[in-house]
Protein backbone atom coordinates (compact mmCIF):
# COMPACT_ATOMS: atom_id res chain seq x y z
CA UNK A 1 0.00 0.00 0.00
CA UNK A 2 2.83 2.34 0.48
CA UNK A 3 4.76 1.21 -2.28
CA UNK A 4 1.43 1.84 -4.34
CA UNK A 5 1.37 5.27 -2.95
CA UNK A 6 4.70 6.02 -3.53
CA UNK A 7 4.26 5.40 -7.59
CA UNK A 8 0.95 7.35 -7.30
CA UNK A 9 2.84 10.15 -6.14
CA UNK A 10 5.34 9.59 -8.96
CA UNK A 11 2.61 9.14 -12.16
CA UNK A 12 1.09 12.20 -10.74
CA UNK A 13 4.14 14.20 -10.59
CA UNK A 14 4.86 13.89 -13.65
CA UNK A 15 1.66 14.17 -15.57
CA UNK A 16 1.82 17.39 -13.66
CA UNK A 17 4.75 19.37 -16.46
CA UNK A 18 2.52 22.12 -16.81
CA UNK A 19 3.63 24.54 -19.56
CA UNK A 20 1.96 27.79 -21.00
CA UNK A 21 2.45 30.04 -23.54
CA UNK A 22 0.63 33.80 -23.59
CA UNK A 23 -2.71 32.99 -25.20
CA UNK A 24 -2.47 29.48 -25.26
CA UNK A 25 -4.58 26.64 -23.06
CA UNK A 26 -2.76 25.15 -20.34
CA UNK A 27 -1.33 21.74 -20.94
CA UNK A 28 -0.75 18.73 -19.06
CA UNK A 29 2.04 15.92 -20.41
CA UNK A 30 1.18 12.40 -19.96
CA UNK A 31 3.19 9.89 -21.78
CA UNK A 32 1.44 6.78 -23.45
CA UNK A 33 2.19 3.21 -22.69
CA UNK A 34 5.93 1.99 -23.85
CA UNK A 35 4.34 1.01 -26.72
CA UNK A 36 3.32 4.23 -27.50
CA UNK A 37 -0.41 2.59 -27.01
CA UNK A 38 -2.89 4.09 -24.91
CA UNK A 39 -6.09 3.28 -22.54
CA UNK A 40 -8.36 5.58 -21.51
CA UNK A 41 -11.72 5.22 -19.26
CA UNK A 42 -13.94 7.90 -19.54
CA UNK A 43 -17.13 8.44 -17.29
CA UNK A 44 -19.66 11.71 -16.55
CA UNK A 45 -22.85 12.85 -14.52
CA UNK A 46 -21.63 10.89 -11.36
CA UNK A 47 -20.96 12.12 -7.65
CA UNK A 48 -24.08 11.22 -5.99
CA UNK A 49 -22.10 9.80 -2.83
CA UNK A 50 -22.56 6.57 -4.23
CA UNK A 51 -26.40 6.30 -5.09
CA UNK A 52 -27.92 5.64 -8.30
CA UNK A 53 -25.58 2.64 -8.82
CA UNK A 54 -22.38 4.68 -8.98
CA UNK A 55 -20.65 2.41 -6.99
CA UNK A 56 -21.75 -0.56 -8.94
CA UNK A 57 -20.53 1.99 -12.47
CA UNK A 58 -17.48 2.38 -10.23
CA UNK A 59 -16.54 -1.24 -9.62
CA UNK A 60 -16.97 -1.95 -12.97
CA UNK A 61 -14.74 1.13 -14.22
CA UNK A 62 -11.92 -0.69 -11.60
CA UNK A 63 -12.69 -4.28 -13.16
CA UNK A 64 -12.00 -3.24 -17.12
CA UNK A 65 -9.18 -0.69 -15.90
CA UNK A 66 -7.48 -3.19 -14.77
CA UNK A 67 -8.01 -5.60 -17.67
CA UNK A 68 -7.06 -2.80 -20.52
CA UNK A 69 -4.88 -1.16 -17.76
CA UNK A 70 -6.03 2.22 -18.16
CA UNK A 71 -3.38 4.89 -18.09
CA UNK A 72 -5.94 7.44 -16.72
CA UNK A 73 -9.77 8.47 -16.89
CA UNK A 74 -11.57 11.60 -18.19
CA UNK A 75 -14.80 12.98 -16.14
CA UNK A 76 -17.11 14.54 -18.29
CA UNK A 77 -18.31 17.04 -15.49
CA UNK A 78 -21.01 16.85 -13.16
CA UNK A 79 -18.89 15.56 -10.82
CA UNK A 80 -20.50 16.64 -7.48
CA UNK A 81 -24.55 16.76 -7.69
CA UNK A 82 -26.66 19.00 -7.12
CA UNK A 83 -24.58 21.93 -6.84
CA UNK A 84 -20.94 21.03 -7.07
CA UNK A 85 -18.44 21.12 -4.09
CA UNK A 86 -19.79 24.10 -1.43
CA UNK A 87 -16.44 25.60 -1.11
CA UNK A 88 -12.44 24.20 -0.79
CA UNK A 89 -12.79 23.34 2.28
CA UNK A 90 -15.74 21.03 1.35
CA UNK A 91 -13.15 18.02 1.61
CA UNK A 92 -16.32 15.75 2.75
CA UNK A 93 -18.26 16.06 0.08
CA UNK A 94 -15.49 15.99 -2.49
CA UNK A 95 -14.63 12.33 -0.50
CA UNK A 96 -17.89 10.98 -0.31
CA UNK A 97 -17.97 11.21 -4.19
CA UNK A 98 -14.90 10.90 -5.41
CA UNK A 99 -12.24 9.50 -3.22
CA UNK A 100 -13.92 6.82 -0.96
CA UNK A 101 -16.20 5.55 -4.60
CA UNK A 102 -13.90 4.94 -7.24
CA UNK A 103 -11.61 2.76 -4.88
CA UNK A 104 -9.95 0.25 -7.74
CA UNK A 105 -6.27 0.28 -7.91
CA UNK A 106 -6.44 0.10 -11.70
CA UNK A 107 -8.01 3.93 -10.75
CA UNK A 108 -5.55 4.88 -9.07
CA UNK A 109 -4.21 7.21 -12.02
CA UNK A 110 -4.91 10.81 -13.22
CA UNK A 111 -8.18 11.93 -13.60
CA UNK A 112 -8.41 15.00 -15.78
CA UNK A 113 -11.64 16.87 -15.26
CA UNK A 114 -14.11 19.01 -17.00
CA UNK A 115 -16.85 21.12 -15.18
CA UNK A 116 -20.67 20.60 -15.71
CA UNK A 117 -23.33 22.79 -14.90
CA UNK A 118 -24.10 21.44 -11.30
CA UNK A 119 -20.61 22.16 -10.90
CA UNK A 120 -21.42 25.48 -11.79
CA UNK A 121 -23.92 26.07 -9.04
CA UNK A 122 -21.46 25.32 -6.58
CA UNK A 123 -18.06 27.08 -5.85
CA UNK A 124 -17.01 26.59 -9.24
CA UNK A 125 -13.20 27.51 -8.56
CA UNK A 126 -13.35 24.67 -5.80
CA UNK A 127 -12.38 22.19 -8.16
CA UNK A 128 -9.24 23.64 -9.28
CA UNK A 129 -7.53 24.27 -6.13
CA UNK A 130 -4.71 22.93 -4.05
CA UNK A 131 -6.81 22.08 -0.94
CA UNK A 132 -9.20 19.86 -3.04
CA UNK A 133 -5.99 18.43 -4.71
CA UNK A 134 -4.49 17.70 -1.81
CA UNK A 135 -7.04 15.29 -0.53
CA UNK A 136 -6.68 13.08 -3.77
CA UNK A 137 -4.06 14.00 -5.79
CA UNK A 138 -5.45 11.74 -8.83
CA UNK A 139 -7.74 14.99 -9.13
CA UNK A 140 -6.41 17.07 -11.76
CA UNK A 141 -8.52 20.28 -12.78
CA UNK A 142 -5.26 22.31 -13.55
CA UNK A 143 -7.86 25.03 -15.40
CA UNK A 144 -11.36 25.07 -16.43
CA UNK A 145 -10.06 24.20 -20.00
CA UNK A 146 -6.52 22.30 -20.82
CA UNK A 147 -5.06 20.32 -22.97
CA UNK A 148 -3.74 16.83 -22.00
CA UNK A 149 -1.01 15.98 -24.51
CA UNK A 150 -0.08 11.64 -24.38
CA UNK A 151 2.01 11.14 -27.42
CA UNK A 152 -0.35 9.98 -29.91
CA UNK A 153 -3.25 11.36 -28.74
CA UNK A 154 -3.92 15.08 -27.55
CA UNK A 155 -7.19 15.89 -25.24
CA UNK A 156 -8.62 19.35 -25.14
CA UNK A 157 -10.73 19.40 -21.95
CA UNK A 158 -13.18 22.49 -22.74
CA UNK A 159 -15.17 24.40 -20.26
CA UNK A 160 -18.75 24.28 -21.89
CA UNK A 161 -21.19 26.13 -19.21
CA UNK A 162 -20.43 28.97 -20.21
CA UNK A 163 -21.57 28.99 -23.80
CA UNK A 164 -25.16 27.80 -22.49
CA UNK A 165 -27.09 31.89 -22.73
CA UNK A 166 -29.87 30.49 -20.42
CA UNK A 167 -27.50 29.94 -17.22
CA UNK A 168 -26.45 33.44 -17.45
CA UNK A 169 -30.26 34.55 -15.97
CA UNK A 170 -29.52 31.81 -13.09
CA UNK A 171 -28.15 33.37 -9.95
CA UNK A 172 -26.53 30.71 -9.09
CA UNK A 173 -24.05 29.92 -11.06
CA UNK A 174 -20.65 31.02 -10.27
CA UNK A 175 -18.86 33.44 -12.92
CA UNK A 176 -16.00 34.58 -10.94
CA UNK A 177 -13.32 34.44 -13.43
CA UNK A 178 -15.76 33.63 -16.11
CA UNK A 179 -17.63 37.11 -17.11
CA UNK A 180 -17.87 38.84 -18.86
CA UNK A 181 -19.46 36.01 -21.53
CA UNK A 182 -18.04 36.90 -24.52
CA UNK A 183 -14.80 37.56 -24.13
CA UNK A 184 -14.66 34.64 -22.40
CA UNK A 185 -15.82 32.18 -24.97
CA UNK A 186 -14.07 34.37 -27.76
CA UNK A 187 -10.42 33.66 -25.89
CA UNK A 188 -11.18 30.08 -25.26
CA UNK A 189 -12.82 29.57 -28.69
CA UNK A 190 -9.29 31.24 -30.58
CA UNK A 191 -7.14 29.17 -27.95
CA UNK A 192 -8.74 26.00 -28.95
CA UNK A 193 -8.65 26.47 -32.68
CA UNK A 194 -4.44 27.06 -32.64
CA UNK A 195 -4.48 24.17 -30.47
CA UNK A 196 -6.39 22.00 -32.42
CA UNK A 197 -4.52 23.45 -35.68
CA UNK A 198 -1.06 23.08 -34.17
CA UNK A 199 -1.59 19.59 -32.80
CA UNK A 200 0.59 17.03 -34.67
CA UNK A 201 -1.08 14.15 -32.85
CA UNK A 202 -2.84 10.98 -34.49
CA UNK A 203 -5.85 11.27 -32.59
CA UNK A 204 -7.34 14.92 -31.30
CA UNK A 205 -10.44 14.16 -29.00
CA UNK A 206 -12.22 17.27 -27.86
CA UNK A 207 -13.72 16.89 -24.24
CA UNK A 208 -16.89 18.94 -22.54
CA UNK A 209 -19.88 18.37 -20.68
CA UNK A 210 -22.72 19.65 -22.87
CA UNK A 211 -24.04 18.11 -25.84
CA UNK A 212 -23.67 18.89 -29.41
CA UNK A 213 -26.15 16.69 -30.77
CA UNK A 214 -27.88 14.09 -28.81
CA UNK A 215 -30.97 12.15 -29.00
CA UNK A 216 -31.13 11.58 -25.43
CA UNK A 217 -33.39 13.79 -23.14
CA UNK A 218 -31.41 17.10 -23.05
CA UNK A 219 -31.11 16.74 -26.55
CA UNK A 220 -28.42 19.43 -28.97
CA UNK A 221 -27.06 22.46 -27.17
CA UNK A 222 -27.52 25.02 -29.72
CA UNK A 223 -24.60 27.50 -28.51
CA UNK A 224 -22.40 24.15 -29.13
CA UNK A 225 -23.82 23.73 -32.61
CA UNK A 226 -23.18 27.26 -33.77
CA UNK A 227 -19.79 27.80 -31.97
CA UNK A 228 -17.72 24.84 -31.28
CA UNK A 229 -19.04 22.81 -33.54
CA UNK A 230 -18.09 24.17 -36.96
CA UNK A 231 -14.76 24.85 -35.14
CA UNK A 232 -14.14 21.27 -34.62
CA UNK A 233 -14.97 20.55 -37.88
CA UNK A 234 -12.47 22.76 -39.49
CA UNK A 235 -9.71 21.90 -37.40
CA UNK A 236 -9.89 18.21 -38.15
CA UNK A 237 -11.00 17.12 -34.43
CA UNK A 238 -11.97 13.16 -34.62
CA UNK A 239 -13.80 13.19 -31.87
CA UNK A 240 -16.40 14.71 -29.84
CA UNK A 241 -17.14 13.61 -26.10
CA UNK A 242 -19.64 14.99 -23.99
CA UNK A 243 -22.26 14.22 -20.62
CA UNK A 244 -24.55 16.25 -19.56
CA UNK A 245 -27.19 13.60 -21.10
CA UNK A 246 -27.23 10.36 -18.49
CA UNK A 247 -27.22 7.70 -21.27
CA UNK A 248 -24.19 6.16 -23.78
CA UNK A 249 -24.50 7.39 -27.14
CA UNK A 250 -22.79 7.54 -30.58
CA UNK A 251 -23.38 9.46 -33.28
CA UNK A 252 -21.71 9.92 -36.24
CA UNK A 253 -21.98 13.46 -38.64
CA UNK A 254 -23.70 13.60 -42.58
CA UNK A 255 -21.14 15.95 -43.44
CA UNK A 256 -18.10 15.14 -41.87
CA UNK A 257 -15.99 12.37 -40.12
CA UNK A 258 -16.10 13.85 -36.10
CA UNK A 259 -17.64 11.38 -34.05
CA UNK A 260 -20.49 12.86 -31.53
CA UNK A 261 -20.10 10.55 -28.45
CA UNK A 262 -21.78 11.15 -24.99
CA UNK A 263 -20.57 9.12 -22.20
CA UNK A 264 -22.95 10.42 -18.90
CA UNK A 265 -24.11 7.34 -17.40
CA UNK A 266 -21.79 7.66 -13.98
CA UNK A 267 -24.62 7.26 -11.83
CA UNK A 268 -28.36 8.51 -12.20
CA UNK A 269 -29.67 7.33 -15.19
CA UNK A 270 -33.31 6.37 -17.17
CA UNK A 271 -34.61 9.54 -17.70
CA UNK A 272 -37.03 7.71 -20.53
CA UNK A 273 -36.99 11.21 -22.61
CA UNK A 274 -35.96 11.64 -26.60
CA UNK A 275 -34.95 13.44 -29.18
CA UNK A 276 -35.30 13.27 -32.73
CA UNK A 277 -32.54 13.83 -34.53
CA UNK A 278 -31.22 13.77 -37.98
CA UNK A 279 -27.75 13.05 -37.63
CA UNK A 280 -27.01 9.05 -37.90
CA UNK A 281 -27.67 7.89 -34.57
CA UNK A 282 -25.45 4.52 -34.32
CA UNK A 283 -26.32 3.51 -30.79
CA UNK A 284 -28.42 5.03 -27.74
CA UNK A 285 -28.94 3.48 -24.13
CA UNK A 286 -30.55 4.99 -21.92
CA UNK A 287 -28.75 3.10 -18.51
CA UNK A 288 -26.01 3.66 -16.46
CA UNK A 289 -22.16 2.77 -17.86
CA UNK A 290 -18.81 3.98 -19.35
CA UNK A 291 -16.76 4.00 -22.15
CA UNK A 292 -13.36 2.86 -22.60
CA UNK A 293 -10.96 3.35 -25.21
CA UNK A 294 -7.31 2.35 -26.10
CA UNK A 295 -5.49 4.08 -28.88
CA UNK A 296 -2.73 2.88 -30.88
CA UNK A 297 -1.35 4.84 -33.95
CA UNK A 298 -2.79 2.79 -36.28
CA UNK A 299 -6.69 2.18 -34.59
CA UNK A 300 -8.75 3.39 -32.40
CA UNK A 301 -11.30 1.27 -30.76
CA UNK A 302 -13.51 2.20 -28.50
CA UNK A 303 -16.72 0.47 -25.99
CA UNK A 304 -19.47 1.19 -24.29
CA UNK A 305 -19.76 -0.55 -20.86
CA UNK A 306 -22.98 -1.07 -18.74
CA UNK A 307 -23.55 -1.34 -14.50
CA UNK A 308 -22.23 -5.19 -15.21
CA UNK A 309 -19.08 -4.25 -17.51
CA UNK A 310 -20.91 -5.92 -20.52
CA UNK A 311 -19.83 -4.52 -23.92
CA UNK A 312 -23.15 -2.76 -25.11
CA UNK A 313 -21.51 -1.25 -27.92
CA UNK A 314 -17.97 -1.05 -29.83
CA UNK A 315 -16.28 0.14 -32.95
CA UNK A 316 -12.83 1.57 -34.37
CA UNK A 317 -11.61 4.18 -36.35
CA UNK A 318 -8.45 3.78 -38.50
CA UNK A 319 -6.23 6.33 -38.98
CA UNK A 320 -6.46 7.15 -42.97
CA UNK A 321 -10.24 7.49 -43.01
CA UNK A 322 -10.29 10.39 -40.58
CA UNK A 323 -6.82 12.46 -40.18
CA UNK A 324 -5.20 15.34 -41.96
CA UNK A 325 -2.15 13.24 -43.29
C1 LIG B 1 -7.01 29.53 -17.11
O1 LIG B 1 -8.10 29.92 -17.92
C2 LIG B 1 -8.35 31.30 -17.88
C3 LIG B 1 -9.62 31.55 -18.67
O2 LIG B 1 -9.58 30.93 -19.92
C4 LIG B 1 -7.17 32.05 -18.43
O3 LIG B 1 -7.40 33.44 -18.34
C5 LIG B 1 -5.94 31.71 -17.60
O4 LIG B 1 -4.81 32.33 -18.16
C6 LIG B 1 -5.74 30.21 -17.57
N1 LIG B 1 -4.65 29.86 -16.69
C7 LIG B 1 -3.71 28.99 -17.05
C8 LIG B 1 -2.67 28.69 -16.04
O5 LIG B 1 -3.71 28.46 -18.13
C1 LIG C 1 -28.95 -0.33 -10.79
O1 LIG C 1 -28.61 -1.38 -11.66
C2 LIG C 1 -29.46 -2.49 -11.61
C3 LIG C 1 -28.89 -3.55 -12.52
O2 LIG C 1 -27.78 -4.10 -11.94
C4 LIG C 1 -30.85 -2.08 -12.02
O3 LIG C 1 -31.72 -3.18 -11.90
C5 LIG C 1 -31.34 -0.95 -11.13
O4 LIG C 1 -32.56 -0.47 -11.61
C6 LIG C 1 -30.34 0.19 -11.14
N1 LIG C 1 -30.72 1.20 -10.17
C7 LIG C 1 -30.88 2.48 -10.51
C8 LIG C 1 -31.26 3.40 -9.39
O5 LIG C 1 -30.71 2.93 -11.63
C1 LIG D 1 -16.13 26.32 4.75
O1 LIG D 1 -15.91 27.71 4.73
C2 LIG D 1 -17.12 28.48 4.79
C3 LIG D 1 -16.75 29.95 4.57
O2 LIG D 1 -15.63 30.30 5.33
C4 LIG D 1 -17.82 28.23 6.10
O3 LIG D 1 -19.02 28.96 6.16
C5 LIG D 1 -18.13 26.74 6.20
O4 LIG D 1 -18.69 26.44 7.44
C6 LIG D 1 -16.86 25.91 6.02
N1 LIG D 1 -17.24 24.49 5.91
C7 LIG D 1 -16.56 23.52 6.47
C8 LIG D 1 -17.07 22.13 6.21
O5 LIG D 1 -15.57 23.72 7.17
C1 LIG E 1 -31.91 37.21 -19.40
O1 LIG E 1 -32.65 38.19 -18.68
C2 LIG E 1 -32.76 39.42 -19.37
C3 LIG E 1 -33.40 40.43 -18.44
O2 LIG E 1 -34.51 39.87 -17.80
C4 LIG E 1 -33.56 39.20 -20.64
O3 LIG E 1 -33.67 40.40 -21.37
C5 LIG E 1 -32.83 38.17 -21.49
O4 LIG E 1 -33.59 37.86 -22.64
C6 LIG E 1 -32.59 36.90 -20.72
N1 LIG E 1 -31.71 36.03 -21.50
C7 LIG E 1 -31.90 34.72 -21.63
C8 LIG E 1 -30.95 34.01 -22.49
O5 LIG E 1 -32.80 34.14 -21.07
C1 LIG F 1 3.95 20.03 -34.73
O1 LIG F 1 5.01 19.86 -35.66
C2 LIG F 1 5.54 21.09 -36.14
C3 LIG F 1 6.55 20.77 -37.23
O2 LIG F 1 7.37 19.73 -36.80
C4 LIG F 1 6.16 21.85 -34.95
O3 LIG F 1 6.66 23.10 -35.40
C5 LIG F 1 5.08 22.11 -33.92
O4 LIG F 1 5.62 22.75 -32.79
C6 LIG F 1 4.40 20.80 -33.49
N1 LIG F 1 3.25 21.13 -32.66
C7 LIG F 1 3.13 20.70 -31.41
C8 LIG F 1 1.91 21.14 -30.69
O5 LIG F 1 3.94 19.98 -30.86
C1 LIG G 1 -28.69 18.74 -33.65
O1 LIG G 1 -27.47 19.13 -34.23
C2 LIG G 1 -27.06 18.32 -35.29
C3 LIG G 1 -25.69 18.77 -35.70
O2 LIG G 1 -25.70 20.05 -36.18
C4 LIG G 1 -28.09 18.40 -36.42
O3 LIG G 1 -27.71 17.53 -37.46
C5 LIG G 1 -29.41 18.00 -35.88
O4 LIG G 1 -30.39 18.18 -36.89
C6 LIG G 1 -29.78 18.83 -34.68
N1 LIG G 1 -31.01 18.38 -34.14
C7 LIG G 1 -31.99 19.21 -33.83
C8 LIG G 1 -33.22 18.57 -33.26
O5 LIG G 1 -31.89 20.43 -34.00
Redesign the pocket.
Request: glycine fraction near 8%; charge should be negative.
Given at each position: MVMMATVLVAVVAAAMLVAQAVGELARVEHAPKEDGSLTVLAVGDWGRKGQFNQTLVATQMGVIGEQLDVDFVLSTGDNFYNDGLAGDNDTAGFRESFTDIYTATSLQKPWYIVLGNHDYTGDALAQQSAAIRAVDSRWTSVNKSFVVDAGIAEFFLVDTSPFVLRYWNDSKFDWRQVAPRDTYLSNLLTDLGDALLQSNATWKIVVGHHT??SACGH??TSEL?AML?PLLKANGAHMYLNGHDHCLQRIT??DSPLQLVTSGGGSKAWAGKF?????KLEFMYDGQGFLSMRLTAAEASFAFHDVAGAVLHSWKLTKPTCTKN
Open positions: ISGNVLSIKETSD
